[in-house]
């Protein structure tokens, strides 16, 4: 499958969800993919200044033109995500991206069950907590050098997972993980695709040996200890709160 995003800003003036910038976009990402059409093209970020209205029909005026053959989104909001299937003639969304981990829940609120009724599937990011499931970092110590918490530009994006508290949580699971003959990468990725309205969860290998020891999880079961063992490792640390955007309000805007 062949995808791609719209949102984040291009250039200094190309940006957003409006019908310029969907049609704009995805012309341009047709041309630096080589191809006349992706399987799935993704609205990364919900746009508080552009209509949900005008994104819907964009949107589905690129699928009637088979320059996509499908439309998804990723980390919008329950009701950003409602709003988008009432628009009258509109194609329907068929997956969400949304960040889902053992640690961070929120997703299973609203999200999943939303998404569940109305045939929607996740492709679901950071399924290891950006590398913190992995067990590789421990509390007190600095990460290993390199590692994506000690890199400057990726980093930036590891704060919520890398307190002591949180570190230390993940340490529990280790012996978890042993008594059950897997490996913390392997637990941790058979954890998130455990839930049926999970199509797919996007690993960031950059290694070969990565990639084989991810796929790894493909097809594994957890015992029900095993899940309650990891419930109880991470109930203090765990977010289970709902569903919200991030990056942008998480307002709803329709045309007037």
């Known amino acids: 499958m062949l995808a791609t995003k719209v949102f984040f800003p291009m250039t200094e003036t190309d940006s957003g969800l409006s019908r310029e ?24 970020r919900p746009d508080p200044d552009t209509s949900i209205e005008e994104t819907m029909e964009a949107l589905t005026e690129v699928c009637e033109a088979g320059k996509a053959r499908a439309i998804g989104f990723s980390e919008w909001t329950v009701g950003q995500i409602a709003a988008g299937l009432e628009v009258p003639g509109a194609r329907k969304w068929v997956s969400s991206q949304p960040q889902y981990n053992a640690i961070w829940r929120a997703p ?17 990011w950071s399924p290891l907590a950006q590398g913190v499931l992995a067990g590789k970092y421990k509390p007190g110590e600095q990460p290993p050098s390199d590692s994506r918490a000690a ?9 919520r997972y890398m307190s002591d508290d949180v570190l230390g949580a993940v340490q529990r699971l280790v012996p978890i993980a042993e008594g059950a003959g897997l490996t913390m990468v392997e637990m941790a990725l058979a954890w998130v695709l455990r839930e049926p309205n999970i199509a797919s969860a996007i690993i960031g290998a950059s290694r070969p040996e990565q990639v084989h020891a991810n796929v790894a999880a493909s097809g594994i ?6 899940l309650d063992a990891i419930d109880a490792a991470l109930t203090d640390v765990a977010v289970t709160g709902p569903q919200l ?3 942008v309000r998480p307002g709803v805007k329709h045309r007037d």
């Open 221 to 226: 079961e957890l015992s029900q200890d095993v």
């Open 245 to 247: 955007a991030n990056f």
């Open 151 to 159: 890199s400057d530009s990726m980093g930036w994006a590891m704060d």
């Open 21 to 44: 910038q969907i049609h704009k976009q995805i012309d341009a990402s047709l041309e630096r993919l080589r191809t006349d059409y992706v399987d799935l093209y993704q609205c990364h």
């Open 108 to 124: 299973e609120a609203e999200l999943i069950p939303f998404c569940a009724e109305h045939g929607i599937s996740q492709i679901v």
